[in-house]
């Protein structure tokens, strides 16, 4: 719809700094602005727009208003890359106008295109999504941590909220950060105290809100209740009730206070419930589309084309080399080392022996049968695999092109690797990070013919892994709160390179590929833990 400049700037007034009249309304513009996400605010401006010409009542305006700042705050929660929305916003109001103008629902149509985005990374997260990644995440280094608390804090309050803008309440940790220099705290988290603390000390059932912080600082929990000012046993804040009735601080009693702050933050930020018959009539047709490109050796590994643990050795009569094709897709030479491509094998095969220069590996080796690769390479091909190979490339490039977006928004991931925003489509099994380790690298896995996704450190030799290898009650230890299977490559095996690697079986359904994201970035982030601390 058309605006006026006079009209705009009523809106705006409105929906950013608090001149609208109805309590209601206002409240939920308040709300959604402390969220910090001007991007949001033609869309918002549009449903004022729309709202005065009658597209929809007011409680349908406050729905939609709920349901913005639940999206956008659930999505924060979960690390979702907001990149998107420069793009997916307008998009959306172009689509309420067309609804409007043929005089649609433009209520259920707004729910519907949320929710159609299921399986992208523009999704609005499910109850499930949201409440796994609440309940673990470090809730007081997350960037809307005060809003978050605030806005469950007046929850309880909704007829007379509180107001927490003038600065005199701060984020309070009831165990303190500094509780592992008390014996007292020790004792009372019990034998596991540090790898406690580290998980605890920053969950959102150790955070409160108080204006009290100075005094409460670094005390013991027993000090902390009994205060006259600011002290729990007297405190009015309604999120820091359950705190009176405690006798102690552990994991516990933490985790109890985090899993009805997850309930609440569940009927805060609600989803919408459209019927599925609902949203069917508003999904919009994608257009899909991936460069294509010669396909690698490894994909005719994992396709099945080239067994794991064939022997290949030189067809070349200029040189005697031996190789043998990993389970990894990679070639590895009899000195341990390990290649992606067969021309950099048969390269460096050669260079072994004196020779120079680059070289067709394709053509270099045979197997143990007399045939060349070359030959594999092209009954493949003549047999309509390309087809096959065309939808796993697409297969890999969306998956993989998902998880670099979903990652440069999760703030421990770039901190850990850096933002991989700006990487190049990789329509391979696996894509690898480097941690300032010369031999080491972390490595995620994509095995969608073994069904599984994995996260692997990969060292190059025997002596980057012997650290790891020697503390792996340790490193188990830093990862058991992680779901996943462990499997350990012997540090007295047969090779040069070892590799430790989690794996966990999946389905590669599109609905599941966030929870895939969410559990291979958190497992890079812990190997790299491991790797950094433990690798020689």
Not at 4 to 32: N, W
Not at 298 to 325: C, D, K, M, Q
Not at 394 to 423: L, M
Request: hydrophobic fraction near 40%; glycine fraction near 6%.
């Amino acid at each position: 719809m058309f605006m006026m400049a006079t009209q705009v700037a009523h809106y705006y007034a409105c929906v950013t700094e608090g001149a609208e009249k109805d309590p209601d309304l206002k409240r939920a513009f308040d709300a959604i602005a402390r969220l910090d996400t001007s991007t949001l605010n033609p869309l918002l401006l549009s449903f004022y727009d729309d709202y005065e010409s009658g597209a929809f009542s007011r409680d349908d305006f406050l729905s939609m208003l709920g349901t913005t700042e639940s999206y956008v705050f659930r999505r924060a929660v979960c690390d979702c890359a907001s990149n998107s929305f420069n793009k997916f916003l307008p998009s959306i109001i172009a689509r309420l106008n067309k609804v409007q103008a043929e005089e649609g629902n433009y209520r259920e149509a707004f729910e519907s295109y949320l929710l159609n985005e299921e399986g992208t990374n523009r999704r609005f997260p499910t109850d499930a999504e949201f409440s796994r990644d609440l309940l673990v995440r470090d809730s007081y280094h997350f960037k809307k941590s005060f809003y978050m608390l605030a806005r469950l804090e007046n929850s309880f309050h909704t007829k007379d909220p509180r107001d927490f803008s003038a600065g005199a309440y701060t984020i309070e940790h009831i165990m303190p950060q500094n509780a592992l220099a008390h014996a007292e705290w020790r004792d009372m988290l019990g034998t596991e105290c540090e790898e406690d603390f580290e998980t605890l000390v920053n969950n959102i059932g150790n955070l409160t809100l108080t204006a009290y912080n100075s005094e409460l600082s670094d005390g013991l929990f027993e000090e902390k209740k009994a205060r006259a000012a600011g002290g729990y046993d007297n405190e009015y804040i309604s999120i820091s009730s359950t705190l009176r009735d405690a006798d102690s601080w552990d994991r516990a009693h933490i985790e109890a206070r985090a899993e009805d702050l997850c309930d609440r933050a569940l009927k805060v930020w609600r989803i919408p419930d459209a019927k599925e018959e609902v949203r069917r009539k508003y999904v919009v047709e994608k257009k899909a589309g991936v460069p294509r490109r010669s396909k690698k050796f490894a994909e005719y590994v994992f396709e099945g084309l080239i067994a794991p643990g064939t022997r290949l050795a030189s067809a070349s009569p200029s040189y005697e080399a031996e190789a043998t094709v990993t389970e990894r897709g990679t070639i590895r030479l009899v000195n341990g080392e390990e290649f992606n491509s067969p021309s950099l094998a048969s390269a460096r095969a050669a260079a072994l022996q004196g020779g120079s220069g680059a070289r067709n590996g394709w053509y270099f080796w045979k197997t143990a049968e007399g045939k060349v690769l070359d030959e594999i390479r092209k009954e493949s091909c003549a047999n309509g695999s390309a087809s096959v190979v065309s939808d796993l490339r697409r297969f890999r490039n969306t998956f993989w092109d998902g998880f670099y977006d979903f990652c440069s928004a999760d703030p421990d991931f770039v901190g850990a690797f850096g933002d991989p925003s700006g990487r190049m489509q990789n329509d391979d099994a696996w894509t690898s990070f480097g941690i300032g380790l010369g031999r080491c690298h972390i490595g995620a896995l994509l095995l969608s013919r073994d069904g599984f996704v994995g996260v692997e450190i990969y060292c190059s030799d025997k002596d980057a892994y012997q650290g790891i290898w020697n503390n792996r009650d340790s490193a188990e230890k830093m990862v058991s709160d992680l779901d996943g299977e462990i499997v350990w490559d012997d540090i007295d095996m047969d090779k040069k390179s070892r590799t430790v690697t989690a794996k966990k079986a999946a389905n590669f359904d599109a609905d599941d590929w966030d929870a895939m994201y969410s559990w291979i970035a958190q497992w890079m982030c812990r190997m790299k833990a491991i790797a950094m601390r433990f690798a020689g």
